[in-house]
């Protein structure tokens, strides 16, 4: 067994005991154990999957010892009780992994060099600099000023530009992310468009250009403990919480990633709940989900909920769903999950059924290059407007999937910050859950591929659309009128689509098409061909595309 150990300096002040993460990601099968119980199992599969086989591991004074069996390779991440507190650092997490997995090798990524790679880190590491104590935080609730907001996977594409515009308009804000989206990108050799700089740099430079502080605690919201004594230092008024495995593609790559997406999103969310319930019970939950819960019911979309009359009788129910992938029924399950403990326990929560976001820039993320958001284009992260910008960009056939009717709700990422902001400003009640239907306008992938197709030609670029075989399972011609006034009547003012913001959006990409793989602008995944056996995204492509 090859070990090396790499410093992470805790804070037996700061955190109390620290808890023990396997990995980056939540055991699979949901039995991990902190190390006060001197338990912990992770895997990955020689796919990069975050599912496989198991091993322990056990907590002997200072260091944490991992325990493999010959198939694995551990990394012990040592930590001391010095009276300072340090973040461990992303490259000290990425140098760790490379040497457990051995040196990379030509066009090749660490987590496909060996049959399994095991790292335990030591979790819940916060920076005392970037995380108030108790103390602070009702000194700053007694001086009235604006909520403060917990944003967990505040690192990610609506969270960081969440994070920054809440706090450029005064509010106290801490993040909350265990950076794992940054690891899928390692693991299906992905790549945002944009080169966005660590999650310590970018913090660090919004406090250099603005004299703000983000709060920082890394750590997965599926470990409670982690969790919670994030919420004990924080002490938080509002939770926005899009921590969740994000992408329809990811989570039906194969069954691997089908039960780690369910598993996350579901056993994360539970978790926040209890946290709120414990730790804050009047804190407000903003909660991101979807416009895909709904499907494309041949009636009119509801925000929430639909009036209903059977048989002489009438009620008021939750507006019936029809997911479209396991990551869709991860948010079903959440907002059932959701509406069951404001009847319970009188949580007050908002559910934001989100359509499909595009662009990049913000006021806050255009201020310095590395504040720049995530810009993605592939087949398993990027979305259709975003896709099409950067495929005319390089000259790529606009992939329209089969008929190209399939019509949803589009918005700005503009919008979505100042939606956020509009929920918090006005919380639901104790007991509530309100459901907003969150986007802007409607358009077809057809409508989007045309509009494209104009702003290109308008810039001297030869655009093209190409129809391809629609890997997913949808209707490609349908109806679609979803209601969405709640958030208007609150004050919401949409950027809408015009020429001039895909004039803007094209010379973006237009900016960066050096750093495009042109190897991953096809679409990677077939709903109808997921299964059991761990793939990479490399050998799907293979079958997807074959008939294009």
């Not at 096809?522 to 294009?548: D, F, L, Q």
Request: charged share 20%.
């Amino acid at each position: 067994m090859a070990a090396m150990a790499a410093a992470a300096a805790t804070s037996s002040a700061g955190l109390g005991a620290a808890t023990c993460q396997a990995s980056l990601l939540q055991p699979a099968n949901g039995r991990g154990r902190s190390w006060r119980q001197r338990r912990a199992f992770c895997s990955w599969s020689a796919a990069g999957s975050p599912l496989g086989g198991r091993c322990s591991s056990r907590r002997d004074s200072n260091e944490l010892f991992s325990t493999c069996s010959s198939k694995h390779r551990a990394v012990s991440l040592s930590s001391s009780s010095s009276s300072s507190s340090s973040i461990l650092s992303e490259g000290t997490v990425w140098r760790a992994l490379a040497m457990a997995a051995g040196k990379k090798g030509k066009g090749g990524n660490p987590w496909r060099r060996s049959r399994h790679v095991c790292i335990v880190l030591a979790a819940a590491t916060v920076d005392k600099s970037t995380a108030p104590t108790h103390a602070a935080a009702a000194a700053s609730n007694s001086g009235g000023d604006k909520p403060r907001v917990m944003v967990i996977g505040g690192d990610g594409y609506c969270g960081w530009a969440t994070s920054l515009h809440l706090s450029n308009r005064g509010y106290e804000v801490a993040i909350v992310d265990s950076l794992v989206r940054r690891l899928f990108d390692e693991q299906l050799g992905t790549d945002t468009l944009t080169p966005i700089s660590s999650v310590h740099k970018r913090v660090a430079k919004w406090k250099e250009l603005t004299g703000k502080q983000l709060g920082l605690y890394l750590g997965d919201v599926c470990d409670f403990e982690f969790l919670a004594d994030a919420f004990e230092k924080f002490q938080p008024d509002a939770v926005v919480h899009f921590g969740e495995q994000r992408s329809a593609p990811y989570s039906m790559i194969d069954r691997s990633r089908a039960v780690y997406t369910q598993q996350n999103n579901v056993c994360g969310t539970l978790n926040v709940m209890f946290a709120i319930k414990e730790f804050a019970p009047s804190c407000h939950l903003v909660k991101l989900g979807t416009m895909g819960e709904y499907g494309t019911p041949n009636i009119d979309i509801e925000e929430g909920y639909i009036k209903i009359e059977h048989n002489g009788r009438s009620d008021v129910l939750p507006f019936p769903k029809q997911a479209g992938s396991f990551y869709h029924l991860s948010k079903v399950h959440d907002s059932h999950n959701i509406a069951f403990a404001c009847r319970a326990w009188g949580l007050r929560a908002t559910d934001l059924n989100q359509g499909v976001v595009y662009g990049v820039r913000t006021e806050e993320t255009a201020m310095d290059e590395m504040l720049i958001n995530r810009f993605d284009y592939d087949g398993v992260w990027g979305t259709a407007l975003n896709r099409f910008c950067v495929q005319a960009a390089v000259g790529h056939p606009l992939t329209v999937y089969g008929k190209g009717g399939q019509t949803r709700g589009y918005l700005d990422i503009r919008d979505t910050v100042q939606c956020v902001e509009l929920a918090i400003a006005t919380p639901a009640k104790e007991g509530e859950m309100r459901v907003f239907n969150q986007f802007t306008e409607l358009f077809s992938v057809r409508d989007l591929a045309r509009l494209v197709t104009e702003a290109g030609e308008k810039l001297g670029l030869s655009v093209v659309t190409k129809n391809v075989p629609n890997p997913r399972v949808e209707a490609e011609e349908h109806y679609y009128n979803p209601t969405h006034t709640k958030l208007i009547d609150l004050g919401l003012k949409p950027h809408l689509m015009s020429q001039s913001l895909l004039d803007s959006l094209l010379n973006f990409t237009l900016q960066y098409k050096d750093r495009v793989d042109y190897k991953q602008i096809m679409p990677a995944v077939s709903w109808k061909k997921v299964g059991v056996k761990p793939i990479t995204v490399a050998e799907s492509t293979v079958s997807v595309t074959s008939a294009v």
